[in-house]
């Protein structure tokens, strides 16, 4: 910038600097906007929605290079959910709620400090691992709240249940025999209390 020169003169270079032309048209200038993106995980096609770029023309899209991490963050947790792992996001979400750092939470679940961090930036963790943080993070809240918890389904049905100390597999006894279906409550609980599936 040479001396002088107004400061708007500046942007306005950068912003014809990252002007990138449309390569199926080369028509118009892409621009930015939220896009939906088709990917592949695991030989499973996913599309995922985030900020990208299209051409106003052609319709064409893509997205800069430094999103591609986050492109496949996004298709990894699609992947997650539809086969009942955690989200990178609900593994953060779990971790902070216990307020421990990426090294802490590590040793508290049992698995190296890189599966977290690499779980967290979008790597799928495999069922052991998933298993393990699901049990300690449930673990956890059961003792914070003295050995009772009650499950408030979206049916409004309540079940009290007593938890027995923080052992590898956790027992519970229940006051009510009319349990919720497992449609009722989430994926993960359900799988711990044993709930019927039909119902």
């Known amino acids: 910038m040479r001396a002088g020169e107004p400061l708007f003169a500046l942007f306005t270079s950068i912003e014809k600097i990252r002007m990138i032309r449309c390569i199926q048209c080369g028509r118009a200038d892409l621009e930015t906007r939220t896009i939906q993106l088709a990917g592949k995980v695991r030989d499973r096609d996913y ?11 052609c319709g064409y899209k893509t ?16 992947y997650r959910a539809e086969h009942g792992l955690l989200t990178s996001e609900e593994l953060r979400a779990r971790r902070k709620r216990l307020g421990l750092s990426q090294r802490e939470f590590a040793l ?20 052991r691992t998933d298993e393990a943080i699901r049990r300690k993070t449930v673990q956890h809240h059961a003792a914070q709240i003295g050995g009772f918890y009650t499950i408030v389904t979206s049916t409004n049905t309540n079940c009290q249940g007593y938890y027995l100390g923080d052992i590898a597999q956790p027992s519970y006894h229940f006051s009510s025999t009319n349990l919720p279906s497992r449609r009722a409550i989430p994926p993960y609980l359900a799988n711990l209390l044993n709930v019927s599936t039909h119902g």
């Not at 679940?109 to 967290?120: D, F, M, P, S, W």
């Open 63 to 78: 997205i800069e290079g430094s999103d591609m991490p986050e492109f496949g963050r996004l298709l990894a947790d699609q």
């Open 108 to 127: 508290h679940v049992g698995v190296g400090l890189a599966t977290i961090k690499r779980a967290e930036m979008g790597k799928i963790q495999d069922g």
């Open 47 to 57: 599309t995922v929605e985030m900020r990208g770029l299209q051409c106003p023309r």
